[in-house]
């Protein structure tokens, strides 16, 4: 299994304001020795601001992160009909097992980037047995990392294979993520070693 951040494009999110916090260079509570450095790095840039009042740098500097959200060629809502159109092939269900429509999945998607900083998505596969749409659901249903969630299911490869699509308003932390892996990964190796061996069965 497998699990990434998809940016299909310069996105329009918050992350350069967010990460200028993060990392302590909010250019509103910058100190004084943050702003020098701040104009060393500019001048070695070829930006002149040593004219610049510091007020007025804050300012600029808040513009730029602004300006990365804001004047971005792709927004979050269309970065996440982007990602829903790339695997779009088959039926959608969410965490109930329950068919979603494309109306409901791009409302669920519009709902879901405004209110959260992240978008996942993961693959979820098996190397033996044609899972159905069940079988991923109670895969995605263990452990607590991830709760809500939209995936599409496709047999139409060498290897049954699931798109799951989730949101988080903060990064998985890596040994959450490490332990839902392995919950998840145990669940589908037992699902498509179940498949295969009540395949292999019913041939005899």
């Known amino acids: 299994m497998r699990a990434s951040v998809v940016m299909p494009d310069h996105i329009g999110t918050d992350i350069a304001i967010n ?16 702003l020098e450095t ?31 959200r ?6 979050a809502a269309e970065a996440s009909a982007f990602i829903l159109a790339s695997v779009q092939r088959g039926e959608w269900l969410s965490p109930d097992g329950r068919e979603q429509t494309h109306d409901e ?3 669920w998607l519009r ?8 978008t996942f998505e993961a693959l979820l596969s098996v190397r033996d047995g044609d899972l159905t749409g069940e079988a991923f659901c109670k895969a995605m249903g263990q452990g607590e990392a991830v709760s809500d969630w939209r995936l ?10 699931a798109h799951v699509l989730f949101f988080g308003d903060k990064r998985i932390e890596k040994k959450a993520f490490l332990a839902w892996q392995a919950e998840v990964r145990a669940e589908l190796t037992t699902a498509g070693s179940y498949l295969n061996h009540r395949f292999n069965d019913e041939d005899e």
Do not use: C, W
């Open 19 to 34: 990460s200028s916090k993060l990392l302590g260079n909010d250019p509103a509570t910058m100190t004084a020795a943050q």
């Open 38 to 68: 701040s104009r060393e790095r500019m001048a070695r840039a070829g930006m002149d601001t040593a004219a610049i009042p510091d007020a007025d740098l804050r300012t600029f500097m808040a513009a730029g992160a602004q300006a990365f």
């Open 70 to 75: 804001d004047m971005a060629p792709m927004t």
């Open 105 to 107: 999945v791009m409302a």
């Open 111 to 118: 709902e879901e980037s405004f209110r959260n900083r992240y």
């Open 152 to 161: 599409m299911m496709h047999n139409d490869t060498n290897n049954s294979h």
